[in-house]
């Protein structure tokens, strides 16, 4: 969705440099991580991150339902990503369609090249991300959700996946795009980093970058994604900190 | 996975900030590097390029020549002898599926159990949703998990109730020489069968099983500290009727099992009762 006249277009980068939530190009958007939400589920995770708030759902490794998905040599990963009817200011129709089908399957792509399938042949993983609200980056909060949920599992993968969306809006390329600048901006580059290896598992774009733009956009959201492992990596450890002494309540 | 009984590893360079070195265990991520000191991979880690990292969440634990991750979460990983206790998923001509809460469902042959089975009559033994306690046999590579009905303590469970825990949790629930689970037993009076799997019968008067559960919950919601035996114990002694009160807890060694095994009803339903076939398969 381009810029379509100036009309309603907001100012999405004042002349001091600052965008339209008071953010510098570099910065991200202040977010939150609960590991272990759900008591059903093998894994979960919240995530609230800016005006986007997610729940992951881990279930598995088991029985691959259907079962002729089912793969002889390793686990197969199912995604599905969905968004909540009331998740946008119009009401969503519910459903799959064909947004939520692709991010599924991104999601599931990028979780291959890090989650050691083979070690648990012929049964499922299942990754449920369920997006409440949103504004902006849902399908990278929608990974980090699900990466902590599923190391909250005891999934055995080489690393955590934060994700992150870099663009470009107001001519300047800027990390963690909110709504306005996604819809008005001229850029969205979302992406996924296993920080281990430093290698990219996701990577989309739309919209326009030259070369130059580009290498810098990656380099801001490699940044990006580092200062989300963080955060993921404190989530975990505050669910399953080794207290010492026998202290508290009973 | 006798976590808690493992000596731990001397403390890395650079340990999370806020994983405090309970005396001496680490907490790693997946992705984080493990202080190999000579050491080889083993089970949730993995080596790139002469470093080892973690591939699991859990506590690392040196294991000469390995150094392994023990994990602090998810399904049930099944170990050869494990008793596991396990819910009837689908009852075929010759054996029943079994959910033991691990990836993969274990298939009970019906020559591993104590009954005469005639091949397609395996529903009058046992019916979907009828819970069994079972030992683990054998694994094979495809993750196939044999298990056998045959020995001391193994059947059918008749009523009571289950309650599923984190398998990690279960080193905690047994406690050190079975001293917790002993503690919960004598301080309820109820029959409590333990489940490497998470899996946890319990049967007796209501109240014995929701203090049983209650105990259950602050085992599983504790966090990694110590005194939770005695903080078990005060707290099932508060809840207990008068006539409860005078119960000794002798200061463990007798084997846990003694207590928690002797109640399965190691023989058949009675027959004629139960048609087969009522509905699934």
Not at chain 1, 36 to 42: M, P, V
Not at chain 1, 115 to 142: K, M
Not at chain 2, 119 to 136: A, C, M, N
Not at chain 2, 185 to 201: F, L
Request: net charge neutral.
């Amino acid at each position: 969705m381009g810029s379509v006249g100036a009309k309603d277009v907001p100012v999405l980068l004042s002349p001091e440099g600052l965008r339209i939530d008071g953010r510098r190009v570099d910065e991200l958007r202040p977010i939150k991580i609960k590991a272990g939400a759900l008591k059903h589920a093998d894994g979960s995770a919240y995530v609230e991150w800016g005006e986007n708030k997610v729940m992951a759902a881990v279930y598995g490794p088991r029985e691959v339902h259907p079962r002729h998905l089912q793969q002889n040599t390793k686990a197969v990963i199912q995604c599905k990503y969905n968004m909540a009817a009331f998740s946008v200011d119009e009401r969503k129709r519910p459903g799959l369609d064909r947004r939520s089908q692709e991010i599924s399957k991104v999601i599931a792509e990028a979780f291959e090249s890090v989650v050691f399938a083979e070690e648990f042949p012929r049964t499922s993983i299942d990754v449920y991300i369920e997006v409440l609200q949103a504004n902006a980056g849902t399908r990278c909060a929608g990974l980090v959700a699900a990466s902590v949920a599923l190391a909250d599992a005891g999934i055995p993968m080489a690393d955590l996946l934060p994700a992150v969306a870099v663009g470009k809006a107001g001519g300047a390329i800027i990390l963690d795009l909110k709504k306005e600048e996604d819809n008005f901006g001229e850029a969205d580059l979302p992406m996924a980093l296993v920080p281990q290896s430093g290698r990219l598992v996701l990577l989309q774009m739309e919209g326009h970058m030259t070369r130059e733009e580009l290498a810098k956009a990656l380099d801001m959201g490699v940044a990006g994604c580092r200062g989300i492992y963080e955060v993921m990596k404190q989530a975990l450890r505050d669910r399953y900190a080794v207290t010492p002494g026998p202290e508290g309540s009973a | 996975m006798g976590s808690s009984h493992r000596p731990g590893p001397r403390r890395r360079g650079h340990a999370g900030s806020s994983s405090h070195p309970s005396g001496d265990r680490v907490l790693v991520l997946p992705g984080e590097e493990i202080a190999s000191q000579g050491l080889k991979p083993g089970p949730g880690t993995y080596r790139v390029g002469g470093k080892l990292y973690a591939s699991v969440l859990g506590l690392v634990s040196p294991q000469p020549p390995f150094v392994q991750v023990i994990p602090l979460s998810g399904r049930y990983i099944p170990k050869p002898n494990d008793v596991v206790i396990g819910t009837v998923t689908d009852a075929q001509g010759t054996f029943w599926l079994l959910d033991i809460g691990a990836p993969r469902w274990a298939p009970l042959h019906m020559t591993g159990t104590p009954w005469q089975v005639e091949i397609g009559e395996t529903e009058k033994f046992l019916r979907v949703k009828e819970s069994v306690v079972v030992r683990v046999e054998n694994l094979d590579a495809t993750g196939r998990i044999g298990v056998t009905m045959l020995g001391d303590g193994l059947g059918k469970l008749e009523g009571g109730s289950i309650f599923r825990i984190s398998p990690a949790r279960i080193p905690r629930v047994v406690g050190r020489g079975g001293s917790m689970i002993q503690t919960i037993t004598q301080r309820t009076g109820a029959q409590v069968a333990v489940g490497q799997n998470g899996r946890i019968w319990v049967d007796g008067d209501p109240e014995a099983i929701h203090r049983v559960r209650e105990a259950l919950r602050m085992i599983s919601e504790d966090g990694l500290r110590s005194g939770l035996t005695e903080r078990v114990d005060s707290y099932l002694r508060s809840t207990s009727r008068s006539d409860d009160e005078g119960v000794q807890v002798p200061p463990s060694e007798t084997a846990h099992r003694d207590a928690s095994e002797s109640h399965f009803a190691s023989t058949p339903p009675s027959e004629g009762g139960d048609e087969p076939g009522d509905q699934n398969n």
